[in-house]
């Protein structure tokens, strides 16, 4: 499966390119739409009934389904803290004490780059593009793909599915064209 992707600054930047593919005659399962999280999501999933993938959800199920590689954890001591080991109770934001001992936290998602770029490439991205997908994400720009097929042009104006896909990003205001 190829993909057309545009990578876009805005939600309605995402929303118009969503759009525009479906008048290309792009169905809603031809087209996937990638964002860092809800908060980055929802506008799009609103205003266009596309599903969006939240990169934030999609590593968190792969490392539930046992791909630990795909988020790091690590021990870190609560805010304020510094040097030598905590092994007493932590406080809430209204002094009231909770728990004991160490503190077991995930390190921020977003930082694990080959977690991200393997679940972007299940996705069906192939590597280079994940990687520039992963990077833009990372920055809080919103991904939009398109299903092209096997569409080849033949050296003339490309009136193929990948040709259309493009001109509707392009129209659209990406920022980038993979």
Do not use: W
């Amino acid at each position: 499966m190829a993909m057309k992707i545009g990578i876009f600054q805005s939600e309605g930047q995402a929303i118009e390119a969503v759009q525009a593919l479906e008048q290309e005659g792009f169905t809603k399962t031809e087209i996937k739409v990638l964002a860092k999280d809800r908060e980055h999501s929802r506008r799009v999933e609103e205003e266009t009934n596309v599903h969006a993938e939240e990169v934030n959800e999609l590593v968190d199920a792969r490392e539930a389904a046992g791909d630990e590689s795909a988020l790091g954890l690590g021990i870190v001591p609560p805010a304020g803290l510094a040097g030598g080991i905590y092994a007493g109770g932590m406080m809430n934001n209204y002094g009231t004490p909770y728990g004991n001992g160490l503190a077991l936290f995930a390190t921020d998602v977003l930082s694990d780059h080959d977690g991200i770029e393997r679940a972007l490439s299940s996705l069906g991205l192939e590597d280079d593009s994940a990687s520039a997908c992963r990077s833009a994400i990372v920055d809080g720009d919103l991904v939009v793909a398109a299903d092209v097929g096997n569409s080849q042009s033949d050296g003339g104006p490309d009136l193929t599915r990948s040709g259309a896909a493009e001109a509707a990003l392009r129209r659209s205001g990406a920022q980038r064209i993979l």
